[in-house]
């Protein structure tokens, strides 16, 4: 697959352009609003095509599929254009600022007959696999889950993580990963608790702790943040024994995975031999369009997380619980 890539962010550039380049894939275009910046990114990562605008980009019909890390608020519109050009589209976390805007951004991709995922790599580590796994098949009466992804964001004050009109704040960066976990291991909330601050008066959340709570009893404590040293970790407990997962989400490719876990009394941690959970995504976006099949990473999946931050954002606003709300 020919995959052209919508901006030189820098998750394209460290992350998953190398990914690409490990798979049976190949990034051939890459597009910069300065042709100059586009250029310099093309010669430094060996890609064929530089384009000065993303609409040159689009416009190559040497494309199969487009790789989009664009800020959070212009998702929607590039995934739009990319799918009316007949490309296939593996988009950025999250996918949209909105539950009902992704969901229509599905139907729309569907309706022009192009695959849209979007990329939530951690969920390809066979580390999370096999924590979905153990948690499913082992853990009795799970109850809790305490998920958490903070890190201290410096530089520039006009950060696009600190940008309203992006789409920035740390739900929205981070934040969407520890209720991604959170559901994973127990499911779709009914309801939602949360509080957030913008300590940099920056107009967007720099830090964010919500309760998820369930109809049938169990709770999930979520947090993100741009103002604490790094921690990305997940903990789910059960009637007869915990689990629990260090550098949960952004793990680089040369690092090797943890689990630890004690059930019925048994003491365990596995071992992971290090991969690149980029490629690993990559390679399931590829396959899933030449087979047909539905990404792991659909739109069911996609608009129920954005439904439970949609209720974050709310809750926060109103300073009580609410419902979570579910386009379909």
């Known amino acids: 697959m020919r995959f052209g890539v919508l901006s030189t962010a820098k998750i394209a550039r460290e992350d998953v352009v190398p990914a690409i380049k490990k798979s049976n894939h190949e990034v051939v275009a890459i597009a910069s609003r300065n042709s100059d910046r586009a250029a310099d990114v093309a010669a430094e990562l060996d890609i064929p095509r530089s384009y000065g605008s993303y609409e040159q980009l689009l416009a190559d019909d040497d494309l199969d599929a487009v790789y989009n890390p664009l800020p959070n ?12 050009a007949g490309l296939h589209v593996l988009c950025e976390k999250p996918l949209a600022e909105n539950a009902e805007e992704a969901a229509a951004l599905h139907e729309y991709c569907d309706e022009r007959g192009v695959t849209l995922m979007e990329a939530f790599m951690y969920r390809f580590h066979p580390r999370t696999e096999r924590a979905a796994d153990i948690v499913r098949e082992q853990l009795d009466g799970v109850h809790a889950v305490d998920a958490s992804f903070k890190f201290a964001l410096r530089g520039r004050p006009d950060d696009i993580r600190l940008d309203p009109d992006l789409a920035g704040g740390s739900v929205m960066d981070v934040g ?4 991604s976990a959170a559901r994973l291991f127990l499911g779709e909330p009914n309801r939602v608790y949360a509080r957030t601050r913008d300590s940099r008066d920056s107009g967007v959340d720099t830090d964010m702790a919500a309760l998820l709570e369930y109809d049938d009893g169990p709770t999930a404590r979520v947090a993100s943040g741009f103002d604490t040293p790094a921690t990305q970790t997940y903990r789910v407990e059960g009637e007869n024994g915990w689990l629990e997962v260090e550098t949960a ?5 040369g690092e090797q995975g943890e689990i630890e876990y004690e059930i019925d009394g048994r003491h365990v941690t596995e071992q992971f031999d290090p991969v690149d959970q980029y490629t690993l995504e990559v390679e399931h976006f590829a396959e899933s369009i030449a087979s047909g099949t539905v990404p792991r990473i659909d739109a069911a999946e996609t608009v129920a997380n954005m439904a439970v931050i949609d209720a974050v954002f709310e809750s926060a606003a109103n300073g009580s619980r609410v419902d979570v709300k579910r386009p379909y």
Do not use: N, S
Request: net charge negative.
């Open 249 to 253: 989400f952004d793990i680089a490719p």
């Open 176 to 179: 969407c990963y520890a209720i």
């Open 73 to 84: 608020a212009l998702h929607a519109e590039w995934t739009r254009k990319a799918a009316d």
